[in-house]
């Protein structure tokens, strides 16, 4: 397990120096700001959306590591998914990360995603790791307003 937790701990580091798909996308179809006020976190989350499929996904903003590397990898994950894929994805995710169901029923769908399994023994941190999932989510759902994890 030590050395599980060292690899999660290298992929969060990992992306949160080097964020994967972080820059403004001109021709979004879809964006939406979110911001986390007990850790300061914000993103904005833009989506390119092709029919019911998503094409294209990018970040920007600034936050704590946790959800800087957590918007990074969920860029990468949500590339060519459904939007009802998406969505059922964060709901596991979420389910993760709050301690709601163990790691191993959840590796295969979540795959990289499940290096934050550590987050649910730091509950303040639960907020930081699904912020950048709750924006996607209202992305999708045509709020432009920014959304607050409060
Ligand atoms: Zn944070």
Redesign the pocket.
Same mark, same amino acid.
């Given at each position: 397990m030590t050395d599980l937790r060292e690899l999660y701990q290298q992929v969060i580091l990992d992306h949160t120096k080097k964020p994967r798909n972080f820059h403004e996308m001109a021709n979004a179809t879809h964006h939406a700001e979110g911001y986390?006020p007990l850790?300061g976190?914000r993103v904005t989350v833009y989506l390119l959306v092709d029919g019911d499929t998503i094409t294209d996904v990018s970040f920007t903003g600034s936050? =704590?590591a946790?959800?800087t590397s957590s918007a990074s990898l969920m860029t990468q994950s949500l590339v060519s998914k459904k939007i009802d894929e998406a969505t059922q994805l964060f709901g596991t995710f979420r389910d993760l990360v709050m301690g709601n169901v163990e790691a191993d029923q959840t590796i295969d769908e979540l795959d990289r995603l499940a290096v934050f399994t550590g987050v649910r023994e730091f509950p303040m941190?639960v907020k =930081?790791a699904t912020l950048p999932w709750h924006t996607m989510k209202e992305a999708l759902t045509g709020g432009a307003a920014t959304i607050s994890t409060e």
């Open positions: 986390n850790c976190d936050g =704590c946790i959800c941190r =930081c």
